[in-house]
């Protein structure tokens, strides 16, 4: 039967235009029918519409948590299949755990669990009752819960037959216009993740450097200055270090620079790796990780990818992305192990091993932001080291710096937004020392992740600077809260953050 209180009134929604974002729209009531109805119960207490709906049901739902020794623990969840006196064809009781502790982080991710218990073809319409619901921070719960749904909603569906089934919700909250006002930005912000994520999952063979430019120069139609050089170029300009590493393949390097200026602040600069394919060159990669690395220009894509998100919310900051991209391939033109090439700041680099090239375009790519930009940050983004992942996984990005405030601000950030850094050490830089050359690209002692910053740490000149060593966090091979397998749009979402509320 139709529930009184749920009687007809006028809907305050708002639509996510990406192709990737399900439908969601914000209400003060539900005016139609859904398949489908999400209630939420705290370690503390339950909610006010929790007890609403457990009264139609004649205490049904109390019966069924009580049934599952359901507490009200963070994520928890009991479902309910044909409830008694409801339009429902399935109820879905999700607990929050302590509300005092329930931050937009907790939220976003409760969004992402909610949307991977609800991913069934044969679910294709929700109603989720948010009402009286705040985060500890007094934002928006409803706009971040839909964050969080869209974020693991997400596939790339490009190389699919069969396509994924669409689905709208309608979340009920007190202040559907509040929320409908806070999800904007977001909406935007996840438009910018998708894109990056889209760049990371895309082919090698489809996402050239060459591509990659022109994806950039979509962003000229968001007032973004946009400007690609080609090898003949790079060579003028004395990049031999990012023109070495793209030798290999046909279309070789490119530096791609995307400029947001929303201010005449000086800027902060972003840079980015951008290796479209690392087969490793000829100190070529071995076993079934190779596949994965179309995913090494993750740096790049996010990067990017922060800048359109800045770009489409009219940010008020000046950021410009600055990516070296190459495809690292084996030809009779490749460099070679042993060969020493000269970088754009003039120090002369022994490549001693053709798969430690990321390190190379950054250090071109950062001569240049310095250069022609004068930043009062730079903040590198990469997928660079291995020993990165051995030392801590995929939960957590490395963070480098010797910046003590700009780690606090990033890794606060990275907490906002459930991208978390962890900070390693600087150091080791007699490892790379070289009887033939100033530097050579690999460290002949120490920790990988460690020499790989400290050889970066070459080109910062006298900016702030940190690196961020995002290899494991780019690619995951398993869905988790609101990411989902493939790209993971890592950096875009904690750039922002930072960007917004804390860079100075």
């Not at 990659?212 to 170029?233: C, H, N, R, S």
């Not at 963070?399 to 600087?426: C, H």
């Not at 006298?462 to 989902?484: F, T, Y």
């Amino acid at each position: 039967m139709k529930l009184s209180f749920l009687a007809a009134s006028l809907a305050l929604g708002v639509t996510a235009l990406s192709t990737h974002a399900e439908t969601i729209n914000f209400t003060n009531k539900f005016t139609t029918q859904a398949d489908s109805l999400v209630v939420f119960a705290s370690e503390d207490q339950q909610s006010t519409q929790f007890k609403e709906f457990d009264a139609l049901t004649k205490g049904q739902l109390s019966k069924a948590i009580a049934a599952n020794k359901f507490e009200g623990k963070f994520g928890q969840k009991v479902e309910i299949i044909a409830p008694a006196n409801l339009d429902y064809q399935r109820v879905v009781i999700v607990g929050l755990g302590q509300q005092t502790k329930l931050d937009t982080a907790a939220v976003t991710r409760l969004g992402g669990q909610l949307s991977a218990k609800l991913n069934q073809d044969t679910i294709e319409t929700i109603h989720i009752a948010a009402d009286n619901l705040t985060t500890a921070s007094n934002t928006s719960f409803g706009a971040q819960l839909a964050h969080g749904i869209n974020l693991r909603a997400y596939k790339f569906e490009q190389y699919h037959s069969k396509k994924r089934t669409l689905k709208t919700y309608a979340i009920d909250t007190e202040t559907a216009d509040i929320d409908k006002s806070a999800y904007q930005k977001l909406v935007n912000l996840e438009k910018a993740v998708f894109f990056a994520r889209d760049l990371t999952n895309e082919t090698a063979s489809a996402m050239t450097p060459a591509m990659f430019a022109k994806e950039a120069m979509k962003l000229k139609k968001l007032g973004v200055e946009v400007k690609v050089l080609e090898p003949k170029q790079l060579k003028k300009l004395g990049m031999g270090a990012l023109e070495a590493v793209g030798r290999g393949s046909k279309e070789g390097s490119r530096l791609i620079i995307a400029h947001y200026k929303g201010s005449d602040d000086a800027p902060i600069a972003l840079v980015g790796k951008g290796i479209t394919f690392d087969s490793g060159g000829y100190s070529l990669k071995t076993g079934a990780s190779i596949a994965r690395m179309k995913s090494d220009m993750a740096g790049a894509a996010a990067v990017l990818a922060t800048v359109k998100a800045l770009a489409l919310n009219k940010s008020d900051k000046n950021v410009v992305a600055v990516m070296g991209m190459a495809a690292n391939m084996v030809s009779e033109h490749s460099i070679a192990p042993g060969d020493v090439v000269t970088t754009a700041e003039g120090l002369t680099v022994e490549v001693v091993n053709t798969d430690a090239e990321g390190r190379l375009v950054l250090s071109d790519a950062m001569w240049y932001a310095r250069e022609y930009f004068k930043p009062a940050i730079m903040v590198d983004v990469a997928t660079l080291t291995g020993s990165k992942v051995r030392a801590l996984g995929n939960e957590y990005a490395a963070i480098f710096s010797e910046d003590d405030q700009l780690v606090e601000q990033l890794t606060y950030a990275g907490k906002q937004v459930n991208e978390n850094l962890w900070r390693l050490p600087l150091g080791y830089k007699d490892a790379l020392k070289t009887d033939i050359a100033d530097l050579k690209n690999i460290g002949s002692y120490g920790p990988g992740a460690t020499t790989a910053a400290s050889f970066l740490q070459h080109f910062s000149g006298d900016v702030r600077w940190v690196h961020l060593d995002i290899a494991g966090n780019a690619l995951a091979s398993k869905a988790k809260d609101e990411v989902p397998t493939g790209g993971t749009g890592f950096g875009v979402r904690l750039l922002n953050e930072w960007i917004e509320s804390k860079a100075k």
